[in-house]
């Protein structure tokens, strides 16, 4: 029984592999969990529309951007531009103040306010709207004991793309991201390393096939399933779940036909690093799945993550994908507004493929 | 088919074994003895059923029915008991290679129970009896395939069983090599081990003292070499075996 | 006249600290059957991948057909016919499946071809619709042979084709190998078992990365100038013990039922050794002059390079 224990740690010291599984990967994931899982909002950015440019709204403004929560983006000057703010992305809040702010509230001892979130996050929106909510009521208390009457700052709180705060909102596309990558990635990755394993590629490069038509040859299928599959994601999600497609839906769709491209040239890569299904399958869900669900904006937003991880975050496909899809999804946005992401995905799947097929063998060394 | 009893009692004792799965007959009734020091051959072509029979006999695997005694114990209740006195090599797996031969050696040892002092002294005799002085702190996976063979089987008879079962032993080995081998089976029979040994080359089967040839689960001959050859007109187990499985 | 088919010039190619191909040069004539018997680890599938493209050598340089293997692969690659070991078919499509695509991949039918491989695949028709995982490795053999000739390939490598293969089924395979030189196909085969070498019409004996003779099987036989016995007793594990101990022992090998001897003296007299055995107690002695087989040829060519080495 002892020499049978001692036989086992042999065997694990003795391996490489295991050894980083043991200690590498629970290292790893100690780090990226800390620094991503996050509650707090950092440096979120905001637009202001201020129709009175008071004192008053001044100093609110100045509470609110040395927070340390909020980061002005833009001072935008009529409502149409907050539709453009929403689509662009960058924004996440913007706050309206009232004309004759300062006016109001001292004459009449209430001001109005609007609050307009991107809810397509709708757990940053909540935050983010209470977050400002608070420091607004922190205002309304400083300035208390010097006011003639009593106060009131009550600011209207809209919910853009997702009144109701659906959290089903932000996950069907994330959700979307990671099956089809997942799907698309691992599947290939798995089939071409099993043609290696059971030694049939060694035939199919003994012959006239060239690389190029093996690979397009396997990957063909799995491109046609996988636009399946989407499409039934967005159904469900449409129908059952009721997330609305404001945008377009041949763009919709076209930008998925993309992101499968992208997935399917990631799993071409991967099978070229290996001869084993196994590790390809193992490489696929660690190098892939877990980057997916947290290094995507899924469902921890990027921009509450130290700057090294955002840095890392740009490299993930899923990202600009879940990007392209909630903007089209929710905010009905056109090619106009995304084309810059959907260039990203173009430039990743060519780097991708071009890896690949400098780095297939047309030799088994 | 049956053989000539001897006046021992035999060490396996296999009657009317049969193994199904599901509704293939993978054994079907098969019928034979194997004398203590015996060196019997069990021959068969692949699906016949073989190593379905050798897994029962190692007590890996449960019969269907039949009786089946080895080392004088049951096969259905005993099978830990069968395990202790037997040893088992094969061509698949033998030992492990990221562990050096003299770890392979106490580990197996010690699996079978036997002292740290006495695995030494037994260590000892066989590195110098096999001449792997140089070598036995290297990883099996670093020696060349012959060595790794004989150094298996030396392994298996380690702890002196009864009965030492090989599968297909010496695949893909050079001539001289599974000379070697057999020397060493020959030494073992010698020393009173029975050895079951199946396997591929049909020129080994007459290294053999009996040989029985399996065809589709159920054992369609059992003798001496000699009288094999005599019986069936030939020259050799090759032909032997062409002729019965032709059929 | 006979034109060369695959020509090899001083190959070597070594993994590492192993060297797995050493020097080795030789050349098959068209429509030979030609056999490389050895071991593992003697370099067999090192070479075949090297020929039909798939390594690249260290040294030295090899042709398939007048084409060069390292720069002119693509061209190889359509003329020639491959059989790793293992049957690497698709175990999960049908025997017919398998054909048909091996077939398209050549861009050709199996219409095209069918008179190829017409005796072969006969035998496996019936099985048509099976799944190839569910065949018999007799039946997967021959498949797998269908499926490399169904282009009508120039040269067919086949790659220890019956290995852990039965008896009759590796009978039935060379029986049909025969049949194909007929069509006027090189077909160069590796295999472990040194039986099987009389049935081509040349072989190479290959160990440890080098070729330790080239010729007709019989011609290698005839070249094995020692005086070689068969010799038999009643207790074969001391007969093998005491002729390894007699002075003049030259070399005592066990071969089923008898073992082969040849002795150190060439002037060798039976008596001899019958006296000694007699003093040792055996009884029943036989020995019988014989002529060597292949594996006794390898046998000595073996010590021979381990002596030198």
């Known amino acids: 029984m002892k020499g049978f224990i001692i036989k086992e740690f042999y065997h694990i010291f003795r391996d490489f592999r295991t050894l980083i599984i043991l200690f590498g ?45 909020f980061l002005l983006d833009k001072n935008i000057k009529n409502y149409s531009e907050i539709e453009s703010c929403f689509k662009e992305g960058n924004i996440k809040e913007v706050i309206v103040f009232e004309s004759d702010f300062a006016r109001k509230l001292e004459k009449e001892g209430k001001a109005n306010m609007q609050l307009i979130a991107d809810a397509s996050d709708p757990n940053t929106a909540n935050l983010l709207v209470n977050y400002t909510r608070a420091i607004i009521n922190n205002y309304v208390a400083e300035m208390a004991p010097q006011a003639k009457i009593p106060l009131q700052i009550i600011p209207q709180v809209r919910m853009q793309y997702n009144p109701n705060l659906k959290g089903v909102f932000m ?24 043609e290696k394993e059971l030694g049939t590629m060694e035939i199919l490069l003994v012959s006239p096939l060239r690389p190029i038509q093996i690979i397009v040859g396997k990957v063909l299928p799995y491109v046609l399933l996988s636009f399946v599959n989407a499409v039934i994601i967005l159904l469900i999600g449409n129908f059952i779940f009721e997330v609305p497609i404001q945008g377009s839906i041949i763009l919709l769709l076209a930008e998925s036909v993309l992101f499968i491209m992208v997935a399917l040239s990631l799993g071409i890569l991967i099978s070229t690093l290996t001869n084993s299904q196994q590790v390809a399958m193992m490489i ?7 980057p997916t669900i947290l290094l995507s904006g899924f469902i921890f937003p990027i921009e509450n993550m130290p700057v090294v991880l955002q840095a890392l975050c740009q490299f993930m496909p899923p990202k600009w994908f879940i990007t392209i899809i909630k903007s089209i999804m929710l905010k009905g946005v056109g090619l106009g507004y995304i084309w810059k992401e959907t260039l990203v995905l173009v430039i990743m799947m060519s780097v991708f493929i071009l890896l690949s097929v400098r780095k297939f063998k047309v030799r088994l060394e | 088919m049956i053989p000539v009893m001897n006046s ?4 396996i004792i296999v009657k009317d074994l049969v193994k199904k799965f599901d509704s293939f007959v993978a054994n079907d009734h098969l019928t034979f003895e194997v004398k203590q020091g015996e060196i019997f051959g069990f021959l068969g072509a692949n699906g016949a059923g073989k190593t379905t029979a050798i897994r029962i006999l190692c007590g890996l695997s449960s019969p269907t029915s ?22 088992y ?20 040892g010690g699996i079978y129970g036997i002292s740290r002092k006495e695995i ?15 070598v036995q702190n290297k990883l099996i996976k670093d020696l060349p395939l012959g060595w790794r063979q004989k150094l298996a089987f030396s392994v298996a008879v380690f702890h002196h069983p009864k009965i030492v079962f090989l599968d297909e032993p010496t695949g893909g080995v050079d001539p001289i090599t599974r000379r070697q081998f057999w020397d060493m089976i020959y030494e073992a029979a010698h020393e009173g081990i029975t050895v079951f040994v199946t396997t591929h080359y049909m020129d080994e089967a007459e290294y053999c003292d009996r040989v029985s040839i399996m065809v589709d689960g159920k054992i369609v001959a059992l003798d001496t070499p000699a009288n094999l050859k005599t019986t069936f007109g030939v020259q050799s187990i090759n032909e032997v075996f062409l002729k019965l499985a032709r059929n | 006249m006979n034109a060369i088919s695959v020509k090899v010039d001083k190959l070597s190619k070594n993994y590492g600290k192993v060297k797995a191909l050493q020097d080795i040069s030789f050349s098959v004539n068209k429509g030979e059957l030609f056999g490389f018997i050895g071991p593992d680890g003697a370099g067999k599938t090192t070479l075949f991948r090297i020929l039909t493209t798939l390594l690249i050598p260290d040294q030295g340089f090899a042709s398939v057909e007048q084409l060069d293997v390292v720069k002119d692969f693509k061209k190889i690659r359509r003329k020639v016919g491959y059989m790793p070991g293992k049957f690497s078919l698709y175990q999960d499509l049908t025997v017919e499946e398998n054909l048909k695509f091996f077939a398209s991949i050549f861009q050709t039918t199996i219409a095209e071809n069918y008179h190829l491989i017409k005796d072969i695949y006969q035998q496996i028709e019936p099985f048509k619709n099976r799944l190839a995982g569910k065949l018999s490795g007799g039946m997967k053999q021959k498949l797998a042979l269908s499926c490399a000739l169904i282009h009508k390939p120039d040269v067919l490598f086949l790659d220890e084709p019956t290995t852990g293969v039965d008896a009759v089924s590796r009978k039935e395979f060379w029986e049909m190998l025969r049949k194909l030189k007929e069509s006027g196909i090189t077909i160069l085969v590796s295999t472990p078992y040194m039986d099987e070498a009389s049935l081509c019409d040349r072989v190479a004996l290959m160990q440890k990365g080098s ?7 019989s011609n290698i036989i005839e070249q094995f100038d020692l005086k070689i016995f068969a010799i038999k007793s009643e207790d074969m594990y001391h007969l093998i013990r005491d002729l390894r101990e007699y002075p003049d022992a030259r070399s005592v090998f066990l071969f089923g039922q008898y073992i082969h001897y040849t002795d150190k003296s060439v002037e060798f007299v039976e008596t001899k050794i019958q006296k000694y055995l007699l003093e040792k107690g055996h009884k029943n002695i036989e020995i019988v002059p014989i002529k060597a087989n292949i594996e006794d040829c390898f046998m000595e060519l073996m010590s021979k390079n381990e002596n030198i080495n």
Request: no cysteine; proline share 3%; glycine share 4%.
């Open chain 1, 25 to 69: 990967i629970p290292v790893v994931q100690l780090m990226l969990f800390g620094f991503v899982v996050t509650n707090e909002i950092k440096d979120a950015k905001i637009a202001i529309y201020d129709q009175s440019k008071d004192q008053v709204t001044q100093k609110i403004t100045q509470k609110l951007l040395s927070s340390g929560y």
């Open chain 1, 171 to 194: 996950f069907v596309p994330g959700i979307m991201a990671m099956l089809l990558m997942l799907i698309s990635a691992m599947l290939t990755s798995i089939s071409i390393t099993r």
């Open chain 1, 284 to 290: 696929s869900l660690v190098a892939l799945m877990l």
């Open chain 2, 8 to 11: 021992e009692k035999p060490i």
């Open chain 2, 66 to 87: 039949g009786q089946i005694s080895v080392a004088g114990f049951d096969a259905y209740h005993q099978a830990d008991k069968i395990k202790k006195n037997i040893g």
């Open chain 2, 89 to 108: 090599m094969s061509q698949k797996f033998s030992l492990y290679e990221d562990l050096t031969v003299v770890e392979n050696i106490r580990l197996y």
């Open chain 2, 120 to 134: 030494n002294v037994r260590t000892q005799e066989l590195v110098e009896k096999l001449g792997i002085a140089a």
């Open chain 3, 211 to 217: 070729i330790m003779s080239i010729d007709t099987p």
